[in-house]
């Protein structure tokens, strides 16, 4: 009866009280940060092929932090401020990447410095099941191999600086 006043009463009221009847639905649903398990870089590397494509979390300690020149996609915007991640945990090292913001050229660092402990969620890619990562003259990238076992991350967060 008190919902049925209110909206009779004031559309506005009825409209602010169907919102947040919306967000507090949509809150109960949202999936928090991380919320799944933490897998060892040891499993993936042991079974790769059984995580080709899925995304992850991994946790470990960053042993190198490298920034990488601007690439450009096929339609020919740029993609600037893509780093290179190397994350260690007591069974393993994997390379990550994270990809470059494409279109406006920017300036953008890591959040996390070698040494520091990470939990990232990142989506898995086998060995030899992609192309070729090139440059920003066209030719390959030296080092950024797709025929190496590597991760591209989704979310970071910094646990321990």
């Known amino acids: 009866?008190?919902?049925?006043?209110?909206?009779?009463?004031?559309?506005?009221?009825?409209?602010?009280?169907?919102?947040?009847?919306?967000?507090?639905?949509?809150?109960?649903?949202?999936?928090?940060?991380?919320?799944?398990?933490?897998?060892?870089?040891?499993?993936?590397?042991?079974?790769?092929?059984?995580?080709?494509?899925?995304?992850?979390?991994?946790?470990g300690k960053l042993t190198e932090v490298l920034a990488l020149e601007p690439y450009y996609l096929a339609s020919g915007a740029g993609c600037y401020g893509a780093y290179k991640l190397t994350l260690e945990d007591e069974t393993g090292t994997l390379p990550i990447a994270v990809l470059g913001i494409c279109g406006t050229p920017t300036i953008r660092t890591a959040p996390a410095s070698v040494g520091d402990l990470i939990r990232l969620r990142a989506q898995v890619h086998a060995p030899g099941r992609l192309g070729v990562f090139l440059g920003?003259?066209?030719?390959?990238?030296?080092?950024?191999?797709?025929?190496?076992?590597?991760?591209?991350?989704?979310?970071?967060?910094?646990?321990?600086?």
């Open 136 to 161: 920003v003259d066209r030719r390959p990238i030296p080092g950024a191999s797709p025929d190496e076992l590597h991760a591209v991350a989704s979310e970071i967060t910094v646990l321990h600086p």
């Open 1 to 59: 009866m008190v919902c049925w006043a209110v909206m009779r009463t004031s559309p506005l009221v009825a409209a602010i009280a169907m919102m947040l009847g919306a967000a507090l639905f949509c809150s109960a649903l949202a999936r928090p940060v991380f919320a799944e398990d933490v897998e060892t870089i040891g499993a993936i590397r042991t079974d790769p092929e059984s995580f080709h494509m899925k995304y992850v979390t991994v946790q």
